[in-house]
């Protein structure tokens, strides 16, 4: 059965760090990029960051760039993002989704159920 499960939310505090992960069973997730998304209360989803496959190249959105690194263990078939000086802007459900394609082409695949990141103090 294909699966992606993401792990690692929390409550933290503004300034504070999280690092979330992204782990798939029933297919090798090193075949494609994978992206994270998220979607705040009242909000459409937005994409947040991308890797591809092999960790070349990844790309972010412009509200996280500096804060925010994405990378992946394909030993372990799973994508981390690792968020740090978080805001509370940054609140919201994070999911990770694997691409269609080895690099980042905007189109997913398989969906996770989603992590709550919440920034409050």
């Known amino acids: 059965q294909l699966q992606i499960v993401e792990s690692g939310g929390g409550l933290v505090q503004p300034g504070g760090s999280l690092r979330l992960s992204c782990a798939a069973s029933g297919f090798t997730l090193d075949y494609y990029a994978v992206g994270w998304f998220r979607q705040a209360p009242g909000k459409e989803r937005e994409a947040v960051s991308c890797i591809s496959n092999s960790g070349s190249n990844t790309n972010y959105a412009d509200s996280v760039k500096g804060r925010f690194t994405i990378s992946r263990d394909n030993a372990k078939n799973t994508v981390y993002l690792q968020m740090n000086s978080l805001k509370p802007e940054d609140t919201g459900i994070y999911f990770c989704?694997?691409?269609?394609?080895?690099?980042?082409?905007?189109?997913?695949?398989?969906w996770g159920q989603g992590t709550q990141v919440t920034v409050a103090s």
């Open positions: 989704a694997s691409d269609l394609f080895y690099y980042c082409s905007g189109q997913s695949l398989h």
